[in-house]
C-alpha cells in the first residue's frame, strides 16, 4: 500500500513534462519511461523580434539524472496555440542522464502582435518509446524593421563623395524618431541625418557625403535607430561593399565665340555648339576645346569650364591675366559655379571690349577640390583663332534609310584650321556607309571655305536625325565636334541631293567664257 502511494506520487509529478503512449493493460509500474526529459530554459534572439525577420529560440532540453537510460532527442519543434508547427530541428543527438543540449530552432512570424507558442521536445529511450517535454513561450513581435538601399556610385580617396541612403518602411504602421548613420569609410567619422516620421510604405532619400582616407575596397555602413508604432527603441545595421578610386584631378577650359542662333532656316545644335541647316541654309560650328578663340575685335566670347575629375570641385572663379600672370583688371574676375560635379560644365561671357590693346590673355580656372585650393590655365590669342561653320548642308534619304549628305565647311575666323575631317560618327541608328564614310578637308586657311560629302546608312523608324562629326587642329588642341542634321520627310524626292553643288558645276558648264577664270578661283579657294 505504501508502494502504491509513492508511484502514484511520481506519476502526478511527471505528467507536468512527460507523456508516454502505452497500450491498454499496461501497469502503472510499466507507464514510467527509462528516460525522463524536460525543457528547462527557452531564450529568443533578437530580443525585439519583428514581423517577417528571423527569430531563434535556444530551448535547453535536460535528462534528468535519476532516468534509467539515456535518451536520444529526436525533434524540438515550435507550435502556435492552434498547433500549427512554425519552426523544427531533428536529428539533434543522445542525452546521458543529467546532461542538457540547447537547441536553436530559426523561423518567422510573418504579422505582429502577441503569440503563445509552445516548446515540445521529443526523445526516444533505449527501448525505443518515446518521452515527449513541452514548455510555454510567449513572444511579442513588433512591425517589420526600415529597409535601406545604399548608393555610392563613386567613391574618391580625399574628396568629398556623395553616398544616398534610400530608407523604406515595409510595414503597416508608421516608424518615428529615424535617425541614419553613416560611418565615413577607413575615417571613422560618422554623418546623421533625421526623419521625424515615415508613413507606412513610404520611402525617402538621404545624401550624404563621405570622404575615404585611402584608395581600394572598404565597407559602407548605415545604422537606422528608430521607434515603432508602439514605442519600442530599435536599430537596423547595413552594409554596402564600394570601390575608392584615386584623385583624379581633371579640369578643362575651353574658349570660343559665343554662339548664335544661326539664320532663319532653322538648325539643330548639337553637342559643342554645331548647327546644321537644310537645303541649303547656313549653320554655325563653334569650338569645343580648350585654346580655341575668337578672332580680333570680336567680343564677346565664351568660357567654359569642365570638370573632367572624378570628384566634384567647388567655389570655381575664373580670373583673366595678362602675358605677365597679372590680373586683367579691365576685363574682370568671374564667378562661374558653386559646386560643378564630375562631368559637369558651365560657360561664362567675357566681354574683351575694354581689353582691346591685350593681344594675349590667359584664363585661370581656380577652384577647391581635396581641400586645396587648386587651378588650371590656359592661354588665348586673340590674333590667331580660327572657327568653323558649316554651310549649305543638303541631305536626302532612300527608302531603304541610305544617306547622301554635302555641304560647304568654311573657316570663319582669322585663324588657320588644320587637319580638318568631316564624317558621320558610328550611333545605335545610324552608321557609317561606303562609299563616303568620312572626307579629309585638309587645311583651311581664314576666310576659305571647301565642300564635302558623306554617305551613311539610318534607321528611318527610329530616328529623325543622322550625326555629323568634324575633327580639326587648332594651335596644339585636337578639337572634335558633333552635330545632328535633321534627315529630311520620307516623302521628299531624293533628287535634291547635293542640288547646290549640282547647280554651280552647271554654270560652269554652260558660260564657257567664264570657265578659266572660275576654275582659278576653285583652286585658290580648295587648295
Known amino acids: 500500500m505504501i508502494v502504491i502511494r509513492h508511484t502514484t506520487t511520481l506519476l502526478l509529478v511527471g505528467v507536468m513534462v512527460l507523456s508516454l503512449a502505452s497500450p491498454l493493460g499496461v501497469g502503472l509500474a510499466d507507464a514510467v519511461p527509462d528516460a525522463r526529459v524536460a ?3 527557452a531564450t529568443v534572439a533578437p530580443a525585439t523580434p519583428t514581423a517577417g525577420a528571423p527569430l531563434t529560440v535556444d530551448a535547453t532540453v535536460r535528462l534528468s539524472a535519476g532516468s534509467a537510460s539515456a535518451a536520444t532527442l529526436d525533434t524540438v519543434e515550435i507550435r502556435t496555440s492552434d498547433g500549427d508547427v512554425v519552426g523544427r530541428a531533428t536529428g539533434l543527438g543522445s542525452l546521458s542522464p543529467g546532461e542538457t543540449l540547447t537547441v536553436p530552432v530559426t523561423f518567422t512570424l510573418d504579422s505582429s502582435g502577441e503569440y503563445q507558442l509552445t516548446i515540445v521536445a521529443v526523445a526516444s529511450d533505449s527501448d525505443d518509446d518515446e518521452v515527449t517535454a513541452t514548455r510555454p513561450l510567449t513572444i511579442a513581435v513588433e512591425q517589420g524593421a526600415p529597409q535601406l538601399d545604399l548608393t555610392a556610385p563613386t567613391l574618391v580617396a580625399s574628396a568629398d563623395s556623395a553616398v544616398q541612403a534610400t530608407v523604406s518602411n515595409p510595414t503597416t504602421s508608421p516608424l518615428r524618431d529615424l535617425t541614419v548613420t553613416i560611418t565615413n569609410p577607413s575615417g571613422g567619422e560618422q554623418v546623421r541625418r533625421t526623419v521625424p516620421q515615415l508613413a507606412a510604405g513610404a520611402s525617402t532619400t538621404l545624401n550624404f557625403s563621405v570622404r575615404p582616407v585611402e584608395e581600394g575596397t572598404t565597407n559602407v555602413t548605415a545604422r537606422i535607430d528608430y521607434t515603432t508604432a508602439s514605442g519600442t527603441a530599435a536599430n537596423v545595421t547595413y552594409g554596402e561593399q564600394a570601390r575608392v578610386e584615386t584623385l583624379a584631378d ?30 541649303g541654309g547656313a549653320g554655325a560650328l563653334q569650338p569645343s576645346e580648350s585654346s580655341s578663340g575668337d578672332g580680333a575685335g570680336d567680343s564677346p566670347i565664351g568660357v567654359t569650364v569642365t570638370n573632367f575629375g572624378n570628384a566634384a570641385i567647388e567655389n570655381v572663379v575664373l580670373v583673366p591675366q595678362t602675358e605677365n600672370g597679372s590680373v586683367a583688371n579691365e576685363i574682370g574676375r568671374f564667378a562661374v559655379a558653386d559646386r560643378l560635379e564630375p562631368g559637369e560644365s558651365t560657360t561664362v561671357t567675357v566681354n574683351l571690349d575694354n581689353a582691346e590693346t591685350v593681344q594675349s590673355l590667359q584664363f585661370v580656372a581656380q577652384y577647391d577640390l581635396a581641400g586645396e585650393r587648386r587651378s588650371v590655365t590656359t592661354d588665348f590669342d586673340r ?9 549649305g548642308i543638303n541631305i536626302s534619304v532612300s527608302d531603304g534609310g541610305a544617306v547622301r549628305l554635302g555641304g560647304n565647311l568654311a573657316n570663319v575666323g582669322n585663324g588657320e584650321i588644320t587637319g580638318v575631317v568631316v564624317s558621320v560618327p558610328a550611333s545605335e541608328y545610324a552608321q557609317p556607309a561606303y562609299p563616303q564614310r568620312s572626307y579629309f578637308v585638309g587645311t583651311v586657311a581664314s576666310s576659305e571655305f571647301a565642300p564635302f560629302e ?44 547635293f542640288s547646290s553643288s549640282v547647280t554651280f558645276v552647271g554654270v560652269l558648264l554652260l558660260v564657257g567664257i567664264g570657265v578659266p577664270l572660275t576654275v582659278g578661283f576653285l583652286v585658290r579657294q580648295y587648295r
Open 454 to 497: 558623306l554617305t551613311a546608312q539610318v534607321d528611318r523608324e527610329n530616328t529623325s536625325v543622322v550625326p555629323v562629326e568634324v575633327a580639326y587642329t587648332v594651335g596644339d588642341e585636337r578639337i572634335t565636334e558633333t552635330t545632328m542634321v535633321d534627315l529630311p520627310a520620307e516623302r521628299q524626292s531624293s533628287n535634291s541631293v
Open 39 to 41: 525543457v528547462t530554459d
Open 383 to 391: 590674333l590667331a583663332r580660327g572657327a568653323v561653320e558649316l554651310t
Open 250 to 279: 581633371d579640369v578643362g577650359i575651353r574658349i570660343g565665340p559665343v554662339q548664335n542662333s544661326g539664320d532663319s532656316g532653322g538648325g539643330n545644335a548639337g553637342v559643342g555648339g554645331i548647327a546644321g541647316l537644310l537645303n
